[in-house]
């Protein structure tokens, strides 16, 4: 059954650091998604993204977030400095059309020091 | 600004007793609304999509329940089983059709 992938499942930084997270969503699908949560929070939505640019964000998504589809695989999210605040669970997701279906990768965790 | 409900936060209960979860929202235009559940240090894994058109959706033991106009979602889950022990959530959709918002969640543990 296709599914969301992401890489790293875990991941440690410094504070100040840049940080990477990658998905590759589903093969057919043209809208990406990243969410995150933080321990024991609610699941917090992020940025959607469609046809190469984004389409919503929230407040969170400040300048320190940028997304990129640098191939017609991956989709990736980047913190460019990344605060201890930033410590997350970041879930990619992906839907074959608008109000389809979401669905989610496993999430990759990300530890800010 | 959307603010979702999931009532009760717990909930446990003995193996094959029929349950139901109870999700509200505050704003009722939405476009649809998903099911999700979420097992300990794992990701979400849908359940089940309501169109904002539907009244209720049907999948195995599951059935989700819509009452747009009064702000509310139940889930429906039948002779339950230790396996449905987990996190269930509920995020309903705006109408752009892009943000899912999502409620605190629903901890059930069904016992053996």
Redesign the interface.
């Given at each position: 059954e296709p599914e969301v992938t992401q890489t790293p499942s875990h991941q440690v930084t410094q504070m100040g650091q840049e940080v990477i997270l990658r998905c590759v969503p589903i093969s057919n699908h043209l809208y990406f998604y990243w969410?995150r949560q933080i321990l024991g929070q609610?699941?917090?939505?992020l940025v959607?993204f469609y046809n190469n640019e984004i389409?919503?964000k929230?407040e969170i998504f400040d300048d320190q977030f940028s997304v990129e589809r640098p191939d017609g695989s991956n989709f990736t999210l980047k913190i460019r400095s990344t605060k201890l605040e930033d410590s997350a669970m970041y879930?990619c997701?992906s839907s074959e059309f608008?109000?389809?279906?979401?669905?989610?990768?496993?999430?990759s965790r990300l530890t800010v020091l | 600004k959307q603010e979702v409900t999931q009532i009760p936060a717990a909930l446990s209960v003995p193996e094959g007793e029929n349950l139901v979860l109870n999700c509200s929202f505050t704003d009722s235009a939405i476009?649809?609304l998903?099911w999700?559940r979420q097992d300990p240090g794992?990701?979400?894994?849908?359940l089940l999509?309501i169109?904002s058109s539907q009244r209720e959706q049907t999948s195995g033991r599951l059935n989700a329940s819509l009452d747009k106009s009064s702000g509310r979602s139940t889930l429906y889950i039948a002779a339950s089983q230790p396996g449905d022990s987990a996190t269930y959530?509920c995020?309903p959709?705006e109408t752009?059709?892009?943000?899912?918002?999502?409620?605190?969640?629903t901890q059930l543990t069904v016992n053996p």
């Open positions: 969410y609610k699941v917090e939505f959607s389409s919503e929230s879930f997701a608008m109000g389809g279906e979401l669905f989610f990768g496993e999430g | 476009y649809n998903q999700f794992k990701g979400l894994t849908s999509l169109q959530l995020a959709e752009s059709g892009s943000r899912l918002t999502f409620g605190e969640g």
